[in-house]
């Protein structure tokens, strides 16, 4: 089974920090994602990676960077956490481009900034 | 992308079929249909997809109508566990809408016993 992990289930750090929100996937999958998920606005693409240190932003990447050093492993940062960007993180993984490619989503990191 | 229109909940009792619907007047002709869903508290999780034949796998059935403008997902035997929201989203065949996933705000499928 495809598994994709991400570092923690729930994080709290204040306004101003950096935080780093890790994900990992083991099926060796050349795209990754990041996404959040806000009740209301579903889910939305804050960057996307296509293959090492390549990436791509995505619909609402303002506030948040992201690097892919190693093809297994995708990180989002936040350079300086607001209170706004409380939300649930969601990262996903798939092979293949094109309409027939699947994604598979880790369990999500549940951020609060205050 | 196309969009595509749900309602936003159903209601069903646990062992019997349910048909989750989803229009898309506005698909066009390279769009694939998929289907993903979201228990409570987990990451969303695919479950099938189809260009205009129906299409089974263990999980659910897909029916698409014969103008492609709307699709059913069928779930033949509701259980607990299936209590979910399900997201019908299009995909573009060619670019793959920029790999990204547009999902919109599902239908919020309740199963009673």
């Known amino acids: 089974d495809v598994k994709v992990t991400q570092s923690s289930r729930y994080l709290v750090k204040r306004t101003g920090e950096k935080v780093f929100l890790e994900c990992v996937q083991d099926m060796d999958h050349e795209n990754m994602f990041w996404y959040r998920q806000d009740p209301g606005l579903g889910l939305r693409l804050i960057y996307f990676s296509y293959d090492v240190k390549m990436k791509e932003k995505g619909d609402i990447p303002e506030g948040y960077s992201v690097s892919r050093e190693k093809k297994e492993r995708f990180s989002l940062i936040l350079e300086s956490a607001s209170t706004n960007q409380t939300s649930m993180y969601l990262c996903?993984?798939?092979?293949?481009?094109?309409?027939?490619?699947?994604?598979?989503f880790g369990p999500g990191t549940r951020l609060t900034v205050l | 992308d196309a969009k595509t229109t749900q309602p936003n909940s159903m209601e069903s009792n646990e062992e019997e079929p349910v048909h989750l619907p989803c229009n898309h007047s506005?698909?066009?002709?390279?769009?694939?249909i998929h289907w993903y869903r979201q228990l409570p508290s987990q990451g969303p999780e695919y479950v099938i997809h189809g260009l205009t034949s129906n299409v089974n796998n263990r999980m659910a059935s897909l029916a698409i109508a014969e103008d492609r403008k709307s699709s059913t997902l069928i779930l033949h035997r509701a259980t607990l566990r299936d209590a979910a929201v399900y997201y019908c989203?299009?995909?573009?065949?060619?670019?793959?809408?920029?790999?990204?996933?547009?999902f919109g705000t599902g239908t919020q499928l309740k199963v009673e016993l």
């Open positions: 989203i299009l995909r573009d065949g060619l670019t793959g809408g920029g790999n990204k996933l547009t």
């Open positions: 506005t698909i066009s002709g390279t769009d694939y």
């Open positions: 996903a993984s798939s092979t293949l481009a094109g309409g027939t490619d699947t994604q598979y």
